[in-house]
């Protein structure tokens, strides 16, 4: 599904972030990620949703449905979790179909995850704006 360009990019991701790092990929399924009593950067929903939306081809509602679901079984594990995600609705409006459903549901999915977190910052230019 990923072209060469993606694949460089997860390298340099992946080169970026050193060795004291952990690195755990998981395409969907979170709750199947060993992190009890861990410290867990989870970067990031948007490509987690992606792979949801992808495999429901493109099904909104159904989409939205496994990801809240999904996400309910990962955040009952004991963690500090830390999440990062993509603020799809300030860009431009998307010309294709399948682009405004996607940003509609990483809207909601946001709305949903930004609803349980403690504390919840927008980062502009690298600057943090706390939201909640």
């Not at 495999?55 to 999904?70: V, Y």
């Amino acid at each position: 599904m990923w072209d060469e360009d993606f694949r460089l990019r997860i390298q340099r991701h992946r080169n970026d972030r050193g060795q004291h790092w952990i690195n755990i990929e998981e395409e969907k399924q979170l709750s199947s990620c060993e992190v009890e009593d861990q410290t867990v950067l989870l970067d990031c929903i948007t490509l987690w949703l992606t792979n949801i939306f992808f495999d429901n081809q493109f099904d909104m509602d159904r989409s939205l449905e496994e990801a809240k679901a999904e996400w309910n079984r990962f955040v009952q594990k004991e963690m500090n979790l830390i999440v990062v995600s993509n603020e799809l609705g300030m860009g431009v409006h998307p010309i294709e179909e399948s682009a405004r459903k996607f940003a509609d549901l990483q809207g909601w999915m946001n709305q949903y995850i930004a609803q349980q977190a403690s504390q919840v910052f927008l980062m502009i230019s690298g600057i943090p704006v706390k939201i909640k």
